[in-house]
């Protein structure tokens, strides 16, 4: 468990230069701003449903953000209400 919130918190780190958002996210705070957290919790409902890795189920929420022109957490918040569901990759739409 620790070692997954290690990885998120890297993957974030790595992913914030491209999503300003992201850059409220602060080592050593004791919880992430909301829609980190958002982003988080879908990356995970996606980890779960596809068998993917954290990077893959962030590369499908950010494409996927992309190529419908909506914001990064937007997405999150309707896979996590389930109101959207991702294809897996390598499906066709």
């Known amino acids: 468990m620790i070692q997954a919130a290690a990885a998120g918190i890297l993957l974030l780190h790595h992913a914030r230069a491209a999503d300003p958002f992201l850059d409220t996210l602060v080592a050593g705070e004791e919880s992430l701003p909301?829609?980190?957290?958002?982003?988080?919790?879908?990356a995970?409902?996606?980890?779960?449903?596809?068998?993917?890795?954290?990077q893959e189920?962030?590369?499908?929420?950010?494409a996927y953000a992309?190529?419908?022109?909506?914001?990064?957490?937007d997405?999150?918040?309707?896979?996590v209400n389930r109101r959207?569901?991702?294809?897996?990759q390598g499906d066709s739409p």
């Open 34 to 42: 909301e829609p980190v957290a958002i982003l988080h919790q879908a």
């Open 44 to 54: 995970g409902f996606l980890r779960g449903q596809q068998g993917c890795t954290a």
């Open 57 to 62: 189920a962030v590369a499908s929420l950010r």
């Open 66 to 73: 992309f190529a419908h022109q909506c914001p990064l957490a």
């Open 75 to 79: 997405v999150a918040v309707d896979v």
């Open 84 to 88: 959207l569901t991702l294809p897996a």
